[in-house]
């Protein structure tokens, strides 16, 4: 009976979100920051480039001018199967704080780019963003 009891409990575990909002948010903020391509080109140069990096950088300076406003992309695939399982679990739990904290961790990215001009434009209140597979 203990047995039963102690299984119940370990597939309830496994539905429950394992990390707070705050790290998940933090966790998808490293995740994009971090996600470099490299090449190394035939005289022997690397070049890298910082995918959401740059992207925020591009947009961080066009948000303010464009209309319709740039949309920042994320790829699913280029996010851990842990993070995408605890998106996807807040996103279903409550969708509003799933949008406040996918759009705090592109705007903590964006405003490592230039801090000054991200409060500066206001880019903070025009960032729209969406997922792809």
Known sequence: MQESHKQT???????????????????????LGSKAIY???????IIIDHKYYD????????????KPLPVFVINCSDLKEQLQNELEHLKNCDSRLFDKTVTEAIQS????????????SGAAFKVLWRFED
């Open 39 to 45: 090449e190394i080109t035939n005289d022997g140069h």
């Open 55 to 66: 992207q925020a950088e591009y947009l961080l300076y066009r948000v303010s001018i464009w």
């Open 109 to 120: 990215l964006m405003e490592s780019v230039n801090q000054r001009y991200y409060h500066v």
């Open 9 to 31: 409990i370990e597939e309830e575990r496994e539905e429950l979100p394992i990390l707070s909002n705050a790290a998940i948010r933090d966790e998808l903020s490293f995740q």
